[in-house]
């Protein structure tokens, strides 16, 4: 049986050389393996403020990205091979195995929630292409998901031209692949991906018409087989020549056929691979990842015995499959990866890497229009199809939709052509190229693609104008991300949200031509049923969920205004999107009712458009806020209307003050409940601390009166008054927490981490004997928190004389949350005790035996070796702690 240091050894050199025989990475032989994952998000951020807002449903976590991440693609990043008693033997980086593709609104997700995930998949393509002489596992994907044979031709272009600048600029070199939203494509889409470079793609294999070997000089002629029913075989790649087509018909028409000439010299062609949908339907829908030995088992039923120089057996499904939708199923691939396939003899490659050493002999003609999730071509984005529908409910939104949307587009057109070329030389070219704004958005990189683009020296009003052009023509393409047809009902979120996205695109042509296309839409939209009957059709739909979640300048510094009341903001500070500069701020106080006003200058980031506000809010107490914001009018009157305001508060009254504000500010106000969620939450949380904070001390005051009665009922086995013991758990879970946020407060002094952590030891302790289960969602992160900061000290940081004790304080922290049951991820901790290990424990461990001779170490070892020994005991005691198989080195070290 394998150590757990050749394990780790054999993952880090996955050393696919072991093969007999000529080098395989270089020569096309034998069995090769290639797992596709598309990983895709629809993009979730309000149009208004860049960012996603809390989504309930995807509760504990604050949205569903987030949710995802945690259980899909983090654990991809650090993927663990387990032994028998779970601890861990290996963690390796899947990106690095996996062939993949990523959104690109994704991508640009990751990079700022975990910015450690991201660097790890740009590190696995680094990787992937030195394993792979220089073919990286990542391909690039259409920008948003828009299904591309429903695209007209400019918009095809700017999918194409936006994923391929996103992919260049995280990898840092030219994708060769292009994965394509629901693989939907069609011949005009296909010579959009020709033309722009792409040199691959990915299909089902049900999307093939027929294949014959490609004609050569000794073999001038070949035979057609049809494959339509998905019998094409998909071991090996295809070219798809780019013919001229026999008829002048509709490039989106499924009538459209190619001319099946021989000679395809000069033509331009596209190379294909065509996934097993067989093992690829398994993978989503049964067991086969249930463990690594049933995957290598399906993918074996594969392997055709023909005696063929090489094969590759691809399969390809969603990347979320890998630990979202059948949890802990990276652990299979992991294994599978680094040992299953090795000892097959099975070569683990990307498609760019096959295509170097085994170019296509075979060429394919393709259905005309087609995609890998509907039976009827791309119908499920634009028909009632049935295709995603289930129960009573219909889809015939679907084409309503559709053609709502499109009418927005094409309105849009032109005036994006004639107010465009008052600002840009090329407006559709400057449009192609706002990726790299849409990737950079600080004022230096807008300032020099607005000076690239532009027909002359902008003033600052038309380079805002200029931008909202821009972002209306973003919104414009947001608003066909595919999600938005895939499902049953036009009002959930996914639809909700292509709306927002339509709805923006309408307001920015407003504002920069004054063409309000609302009506006109709405129209459109009363036309697509809805199966809810609340909302009926979908312009109800849009005006109870999209209107009412518009945002608008006042909004936002309604926010700033009822958020300074309790966070103490600096001259300059970013809300969401918008740069705030404070320019004026006082705040007074009067018995219960508190007054500030102020003004200031808010700058989106995205539009540069910016308004010079000023406000007035008053709190009442309690949950009771009003606001007021009005355009600044000058220094002397914003200098009158904050002296009236104030003078307003001496009376002490809280309807002269509201009274004051309304004849200064007019009618218009606002609460907390027009505050965005995330804000309005904390700011309840905040005013329900001194309520709380009295009725722990009322638990706390019963709980100790009532100790003795408590332990009586506890003694006797009878069930404890419920009053009784909510009261103990109150009581219990507030004292822990205190200590708990105090234990995280300390700066390093044993004496006083041991008096905490003793404290935490003794409720644990109390908790259990009362039976009390502790209700605090606070602890478990505060815990991790507080374990991995240690953990990382102590392993970066360790002093030999103080080391037992850094152990054993780290491993009681540990205990403690067992004990309440506390559920504490390891994850991170166990991911930085490995990455150790590899790199300072094991080598120490190597130096300290090499350097003292025998089996063991006994008395005449020399008295600093047995200081370095009892130190490297220390750190393995601790990985064992943290479930890490350090079996092997700590039964040597002995």
Known sequence: MNSAADIASSIAKNDVSAHLGPDPLKTATGVYVTVHGHFYQPPRENPYLDAIERQPSASPFHDWNERIHHECYRPNAFARILNDYADVVGIVNNYEYLSFNIGATLMSWLERYDVEVYQKILEADRKSAERLNGHGNAIAQVYNHIIMPLANERDKYTQIRWGIEDFRSRFGRMPEGMWLAETAVDYPTLEVLVAEGIKFIILAPSQAQRCRMIPTDEQPVTQWLEVGGSQIDPTRPYRCYLKATLSNSDPLSTSSTFASNDDTTDTPYIDIFFYDGPISRDMGFNDVLSSSHHLVGRIGQAVRGDNRPSQLISVATDG???????????????????????????????????????????????????????????????????????????????????????????????????????????????????????????????????????????????????????????????????????????????GVQILRYASRAIELAGDVAGVQLEKGFL???????????????????????????????????????????????????????????????????????????????????????????????????????HCCIQTFAGRRAYSQLKDKVFASLKQASAAHAILAMSELFGNQSFSLQNLFAEERHRIMRLLSQETLARLDKLYAQVYRDNYGVLMAFQRDELPVPQELQVAAEVALGHRFLKSLRALEQETGEAQQINRHLAELEAIATEANNLRCKLNMPEARPTLER????????????????????????????????????????????????????????????????????????????????????AVLRSLLQLGQKLAVDVSVWFNQMA
């Open 320 to 494: 979320e499959t890998f630990g979202h939708h059948k949890g802990g199923t990276e652990k299979c691939l992991a294994y599978a990866f680094t040992e299953e396939f090795r000892s097959r003899g099975w070569t683990v490659t990307n498609f760019a890497h096959y295509l170097s050493i085994n170019p296509p002999t075979w060429e394919v003609e393709l259905k005309p229009v087609t995609a890998w999730s509907c039976a009827h071509g791309v119908d499920r984005w634009q028909e009632d199809c049935g295709c995603g529908g289930g129960g009573s409910w219909n889809q015939k939104w679907r084409r309503p939709l559709r053609n709502a949307l499109n009418w927005v587009r094409d309105q849009l057109v032109p005036i994006f052509e004639e107010t465009g070329r008052k600002f840009f030389r090329d407006p559709w070219l400057a449009r192609d190229e706002y990726i790299k704004v849409i990737r950079d958005r600080s004022p230096a990189n807008i300032d020099r693609f607005l000076t690239r683009h532009r027909v002359r020296k902008l003033s600052p009003a038309e380079q805002i104008d200029a931008l909202r052009l821009l972002e209306m023509q973003r919104h414009a393409l947001l608003m066909y991300t595919s999600c938005g047809w895939f499902f049953e009902e036009l009002s959930r979120p996914e």
């Open 786 to 869: 507080l374990i991995l900061r240690s953990l990382w000290n102590l392993l970066h940081d360790a002093n030999p004389t103080t080391l037992a004790g850094d152990v054993q304080r780290l491993q009681r922290m540990i205990e403690v949350s067992d004990r309440l049951n506390l559920g504490l991820s390891l994850d991170r901790c166990q991911e930085l005790y490995f990455s150790c290990l590899q790199s300072h424990i094991v080598p120490q461990c190597l130096e300290a035996l090499q350097s003292q001779p025998g089996d063991n170490f006994g008395d005449a070892a020399m008295p600093e070796t047995l200081t370095r020994i």
């Open 523 to 625: 129209k459109r939209l009363g036309m697509a049923p809805s199966n809810v009957e609340f909302f009926k059709h979908g312009a109800e739909v849009y005006r109870q969920l999209v209107l009412s979640a518009q945002i608008s300048f006042k909004q936002v510094a309604a926010q700033y205004a009822i958020s300074s009341l309790f966070t103490t903001y600096p001259q300059q500070q970013r809300l969401y999107c918008y740069d705030v500069h404070q320019l004026d701020y006082q705040l007074q106080r009067m018995g219960s009712l508190t007054v500030a006003v102020g003004q200031v200058r808010m700058v989106s980031e995205i539009t540069w458009e910016s308004e010079h506000l000023v406000f007035a809010v008053l709190h009442l107490g309690g949950w009771d806020f």
